[in-house]
């Protein structure tokens, strides 16, 4: 535990837990996307195995290098195909258009963002249609794969407070919406 978590304790401070069904996601400052769900990445720290001469009871294991895992975006299938698009531009090889940052917003039940991901040099590597059925009576969802080329996170007072009552905003017109 670090100082400061210890502090916090200490004090009888209580981490504040959120909720995982509201979240806004942002490409390259475009925010018309609904999204069903988002997938954070899996973070791996690859390690090789050491023996140490006459210890028997374990192995070491020695950080060797860390493995960035993908996120995926899965939202309902409409006819606004600005995704697909962006997944063509990496199939046509136009890699210099195609990275775009991308900020994943994990919203407080007030609105305001209480986490942000950021993820540079975002591109889509994979596209998954959606499963049609003529039985179903769901909604069809596709899913986009997205690798980057590093991330940050930004969490709560560290966010500008601007920024977070423009987010509040829109969040209490898409709820008067019933978006």
């Not at 909604?139 to 601007?162: K, M, R």
Request: proline share 4%; hydrophobic share 40%; charged share 20%.
């Amino acid at each position: 535990m670090s100082i400061r978590g210890s502090l916090m304790s200490f004090l009888g401070v209580r981490n504040e837990l959120h909720n995982d069904f509201r979240f806004n996601v942002v490409i390259d400052d475009i925010n018309y996307f609904t999204f069903t769900e988002f997938q954070l990445p899996t973070l791996t720290v690859k390690t090789d195995p050491w023996r140490e001469g006459g210890q028997n009871t374990y192995v070491h294991q020695m950080p060797k290098n860390i493995e960035l895992g993908t996120v995926r975006l899965k939202h309902g299938l409409t006819s606004e195909m600005a995704l697909l698009e962006w997944y063509f531009l990496v199939l046509e090889g136009n890699m210099k258009d195609a990275k775009r940052q991308m900020d994943v917003e994990l919203l407080a039940p007030m609105g305001y963002a209480a986490m942000i991901w950021s993820f540079y040099d975002a591109f889509p590597i994979k596209w998954t249609g959606p499963l049609l059925k003529s039985d179903a009576t769901g909604i069809a969802i596709d899913e986009i794969e997205i690798a980057y080329h590093g991330f940050e996170l930004t969490t709560g007072s560290e966010i500008d407070p601007l920024e977070n009552a423009a987010r509040m905003a829109d969040f209490q017109a898409r709820q008067n919406f019933g978006l």
